[in-house]
């Protein structure tokens, strides 16, 4: 795998590292100060981690069937146009963002684990259609001639700097405990407040990434 191609993708896990909903649950479970956080915690980490990893791995599994079927139709390059036009949009759709400063952020209605499953489930249902970095990541996986084996431990990791702010919120507050909850308040505000800004940013620099990926291919 190229440095170019690292660097690309981890541009795009760095973005979805700006998940407002992972964020304001993670901050929403710590806050309430509850004796399983960490049991909780973690089990919504992990259901949320486990439903893209299997996104993941049947996108790319689906993108690889459809890229080998078109490609004794299609050139390459008519590939690269369609991911090119792909770019241009969603950079330009990102000046059209309507701003909501409506928190839409799940929370739990009880304190069972079951609750923060089915949180952990609506965060990737939320959260899913508007992956754009996530499903860019995978369709440049599937452009590189590399094994299966390597794509799904690329995919893997992805995932784990995904959830990675989540865990440095958890360990901060292991360690530091209430002192840092003033700022983790100013931090969870915020989140509700800016999701649609946030949500315009990711979809730029997607777009930007996307049309200087495949420029060179046109």
Same mark, same amino acid.
């Given at each position: 795998m190229g440095t170019d191609i690292l660097i690309y993708l981890?541009?795009?896990a760095l973005l979805d590292m700006l998940s407002p909903t992972i964020m304001g649950v993670t901050l929403f479970l710590v806050l309430t100060d509850n004796k399983n956080l960490t049991s909780r915690l973690l089990t919504y980490l992990f259901t949320v981690v486990l439903l893209y990893f299997s996104l993941? !791995? &049947? /996108?790319? $599994?689906?993108?690889?069937?459809?890229?080998e079927a078109l490609s004794t139709i299609f050139q390459n390059k008519i590939v690269s146009w369609v991911i090119f036009i792909i770019g241009v949009i969603?950079?330009?759709?990102?000046?059209?963002?309507?701003?909501?400063?409506?928190?839409?952020?799940?929370?739990p209605k009880t304190q069972s684990l079951f609750s923060i499953i089915i949180i952990g489930v609506t965060t990737f249902i939320v959260e899913a259609g508007m992956a754009l970095p996530y499903f860019a990541a995978i369709g440049l996986l599937t452009t590189i001639d590399i094994?299966?084996?390597?794509?799904?431990?690329?995919?893997?990791?992805?995932? !784990? &700097? /995904?959830? $990675?702010p989540a865990l440095l919120i958890f360990l901060g507050y292991k360690v530091f405990g209430k002192l840092i909850n003033p700022t983790l308040v100013k931090l969870r505000n915020k989140i509700a407040s800016s999701?649609?800004?946030?949500l315009s940013w990711i979809i730029c620099i997607v777009g930007v990434i996307l049309i200087f990926y495949t420029i060179d291919y046109l």
């Open positions: 981890g541009g795009l993941g !791995i &049947i /996108m790319m $599994l689906g993108l690889n069937f459809i890229i969603l950079f330009t759709a990102s000046f059209f963002i309507p701003t909501n400063k409506k928190s839409n952020i799940p929370k094994p299966f084996y390597q794509r799904i431990s690329t995919i893997a990791v992805y995932n !784990i &700097i /995904m959830v $990675l999701s649609s800004s946030a």
